[in-house]
């Protein structure tokens, strides 16, 4: 009898074949886009929720939470945890995979990390594409968690269709975050660590940020106004209301807007793999470095050498272009 194809494997539900399908996502496998094609077209039914904040802030403890939550709501729920700055792939979330392994024993919950190095080309591509999997694979949610709120993580955060920033009083808390224009990619901002002292003040600070923000003209007055959110996932309180939120914001965005946030990521998405793959093409199969090395060593400013590889295909891009009008 004829072994069943990963993509009946992951419409099975086998967690394993949604696993192999990431690696190829990761290592821009060509066998990733040909596993989607042959799945076909379906409708996004997931729902992608980002979650960013600086190290230590309680991100992890937060999705763990939020997964249990979704569970008893009979969701289910894939876990990707991106980590753009890591060089170490694999296991560099593995304190991350150890806490959540309650979760793992739930065949209604995947969890899988990535770090930079674990991806060919972008970690950002190789995260849309992990989602898509997940998608494809039919959980309801996806929780997209990242350390830190550099440009790196927000590339990978804005994938998602709410953006979650958590915070919590202490080191580094709300000003810096104000600083790091957090208000401006935040959904539902998250303030962490209710037990401690000071999460009051930092989140009364954050809605006035947010006040002044919403009043100053900086969004249209039928924009979104990020709420504040204060819990504690290290004591599960009040991680219904953070789901609340994520509802609220997703009946919100129903409708006209979402597609249109879609098909802008898409768009995002499209550009940033044929990027990727001009990128190999060029400098791996065409051998584009080494020409470029061998014209520097001949004593050619930078930008001739920019000109002579540039107009070598744009070039061969117009004489082709003149033979087929
Ligand atoms: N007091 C208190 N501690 C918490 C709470 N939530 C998480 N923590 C603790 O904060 C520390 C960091 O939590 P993580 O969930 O690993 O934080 P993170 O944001 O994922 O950290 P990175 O992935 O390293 O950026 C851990 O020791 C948690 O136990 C909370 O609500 N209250
Ligand atoms: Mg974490």
């Excluded at 580094?172 to 003040?201: F, S």
């Excluded at 923000?213 to 969004?219: E, L, S, V």
């Excluded at 129903?254 to 093409?281: C, D, F, I, N, P």
């Amino acid at each position: 009898m004829a072994q069943p194809s990963l993509s009946q494997r992951l419409v099975q539900g086998e967690k394993a074949a949604l696993a192999r399908l990431i690696s190829w996502a990761e290592n821009g496998d060509a066998r990733f886009a040909e596993t989607l094609r042959e799945l076909g077209p379906r409708a996004s039914k997931s729902w992608r929720t980002g979650i960013t904040g600086p190290p230590g802030a309680g991100k992890s403890t937060l999705v763990n939470e939020l997964a249990r939550e979704l569970r008893t709501h009979a969701r289910t729920v894939g876990i990707l945890a991106v980590d753009p700055s890591s060089p170490f792939s694999g296991g560099a979330l593995l304190g991350d995979r150890i806490r959540m392994e309650e979760r793992t024993v739930d065949p209604g919950v995947f969890i899988r990390s990535m770090a930079s190095r674990g991806a060919h080309g972008g970690i950002a591509r190789a995260a849309v594409d992990a989602c898509d999997a997940i998608e494809a694979a039919g959980y309801d949610e996806i929780l997209l968690e990242t350390v830190g709120v550099g440009q790196a993580e927000y590339d990978v955060v804005s994938a998602a269709d709410t953006v979650l920033v958590v915070l919590c009083p202490g080191a580094g808390d709300g000003i810096q975050a104000m600083k790091a224009g957090i208000l401006e990619v935040a959904d539902v901002l998250v303030v962490n660590k209710a037990d401690l002292a000071g999460a009051d003040r930092l989140a009364t600070d954050l809605e006035e940020a947010v006040h002044i923000r919403a009043t100053g003209g900086a969004r249209d007055p039928q924009g979104w106004a990020a709420p504040v959110v204060t819990c504690s996932a290290g004591t599960g309180k009040d991680i219904d209301e953070v789901l609340r939120q994520i509802e609220k914001h997703r009946s919100w965005l129903a409708g006209e807007r979402l597609e249109r946030a879609r098909r802008e990521k898409r768009l995002r998405h499209v550009r940033r793999t044929v990027e990727e793959q001009l990128a190999q093409e060029l400098w791996e199969r065409r051998g584009w470095n080494e020409k470029a090395s061998a014209l520097l060593e001949s004593g050619r400013a930078p930008y001739d050498v920019v000109e002579t590889l540039v107009s070598s295909i744009l070039g061969a891009a117009k004489r082709d272009g003149v033979k087929s009008a």
